[in-house]
């Protein structure tokens, strides 16, 4: 298929023209299954909620990307976020450019509309770097025996939750304890449609909110509902305690439940909670009930707005102050009557109490160069200076990166939120 013989345009989502071809798009690459009403309408629930494009050829869309509005924290402060929910491409679009190109466009109409940073989950690395993406750091994955969990509390009769109750799951998600690099995303979608498309769901928590609302529930979908393994697709709650609480409540499903996957909280280690982990994973490895611990950074984000980002930028530290020059390659996909045209460029930049950034060059200040991915990642604190240097694009001389190294010694961010 070639351009020259095909006609592409590139247009926002229109509910009544495309939903059956995205339809068709979302069931050719596997995310939903074609003959399941629940599948259809969670993605007509999702397609409604969040800001689409599509690329068109011939009229029939064949490539769909979505973004929806929410927060993610830096340290003790939420900073819009543009969330990037889905980029697919049919089977007969592939290689032409289609989902880079929607995405680009999509990532500069939310920076116009104020986000001022963007994350998205990965198929695999390396096509987001493409757009000024950077790694995030490693989510850990905890596949254990539920009757291995050891918690000092006892789990109370929890209430029984099911898609009904969508609106107040996705309420204590967005109210849940949150920590550096949590995201929220905004629209009801970003629960209800999941709770559609769970195969086996499972709900269970508590609501001991002052007007009966939920305070702290886990979310599972069940590979098989007898033995497991269990999937946790959320956990949320508002206090530590709470938390023991619901690890309590799995526990106790371990008399039937041979098998629960779950991710580590931030600021948690699970592993201090499980009896004889090391052990349990000897005995059960390369069985369906293998009790191991995966990490992976599947998260990629990066700045859309450099002055907004640090403007509200806050350290313990004293102040680091050097030129930054920054390349963005998303500025190359970019038509040229768009008004964003992504953050590279010369900055004087202040790292501190009061952080700040803004346009030109200052002769007496040591240089840092990076691509906006790795200076993202730095901003973010996946990883410390020095260690991006060896494997990202950021040069700098060694006494200032040994001095970011301690300016940016912030907690391991996670977004805490699958999109």
């Not at 950077?134 to 490693?138: S, T």
């Not at 929220?184 to 629960?191: I, P």
């Not at 939920?214 to 098989?224: D, G, L, S």
């Given at each position: 298929m070639g351009h020259e013989e095909h006609r592409i345009d590139i247009r926002p989502y229109d509910p009544e023209a495309d939903f059956d071809a995205v339809h068709r798009i979302w069931v050719e690459v596997g995310w939903i299954e074609a003959d399941s009403n629940d599948h259809k309408e969670g993605l007509r629930l999702f397609a409604s909620d969040y800001e689409g494009l599509v690329a068109g050829i011939d009229g029939e869309a064949e490539c769909y990307v979505a973004t929806g509005s929410g927060t993610v924290r830096h340290t003790l402060v939420d900073l819009p976020l543009s969330a990037v929910t889905a980029v697919m491409t049919s089977h007969?679009?592939?290689?032409?450019?289609?989902?880079?190109?929607?995405?680009?466009?999509?990532?500069?109409?939310?920076a116009e509309g104020g986000a001022m940073v963007s994350a998205l989950g990965v198929f695999d690395q390396g096509f987001y770097n493409k757009l000024g993406f950077?790694?995030?750091?490693?989510e850990h994955w905890h596949s254990l025996d539920p009757a291995d969990i050891r918690v000092p509390v006892t789990a109370r009769l929890p209430k029984r939750l099911s898609r009904d109750d969508w609106e107040e799951?996705?309420?204590?998600?967005?109210?849940?304890?949150?920590?550096?690099?949590?995201?929220?995303?905004?629209?009801?979608?970003?629960?209800?449609?999941?709770?559609?498309?769970?195969?086996?769901?499972?709900g269970l928590g508590y609501a001991d909110g002052p007007h009966g609302e939920?305070?702290?529930?886990?979310?599972?979908?069940?590979?098989?509902m007898e033995n497991g393994p269990w999937n946790a697709s959320w956990m949320a709650y508002k206090t530590t305690q709470q938390f023991l609480e619901l690890m309590a409540l799995v526990g106790s499903l371990g008399d039937q439940v041979n098998l629960v996957r779950l991710r580590e909280p931030v600021g948690i280690q699970v592993q201090d909670l499980i009896r004889q982990p090391f052990r349990r994973s000897r005995i059960s490895e390369k069985s369906p009930y293998e009790a191991r611990t995966r990490s992976a950074a599947y998260f990629q984000m990066r700045i859309c707005d450099l002055e907004g980002c640090l403007a509200a930028t806050k350290l313990e530290t004293a102040p680091v102050r050097f030129n930054l020059k920054l390349t963005d390659p998303i500025e190359d996909l970019l038509d040229a009557d768009v008004t964003w045209r992504g953050i590279g460029g010369d900055y004087v930049v202040e790292l501190g109490p009061d952080s700040n950034g803004e346009r030109g060059s200052d002769p007496t200040l040591p240089t840092l160069t990076a691509g906006v991915g790795a200076f993202s990642r730095l901003w973010m604190g996946v990883q410390p200076a020095t260690g991006l240097t060896v494997t990202d694009d950021l040069v700098g001389p060694a006494d200032l990166l040994e001095k970011l190294d301690r300016a940016l010694r912030l907690p391991v961010p996670s977004p805490d939120w699958d999109f």
């Open positions: 007969v679009a592939r290689r032409l450019g289609l989902a880079r190109q929607l995405t680009a466009m999509s990532i500069a109409r939310d950077g790694n995030g750091a490693y799951l996705h309420k204590s998600r967005l109210t849940r304890l949150r920590g550096h690099g949590a995201c929220n995303l905004d629209a009801f979608a970003a629960t209800r449609a999941e709770l559609l498309w769970t195969s086996n769901g499972v939920i305070t702290h529930c886990i979310w599972f979908r069940a590979k098989e």
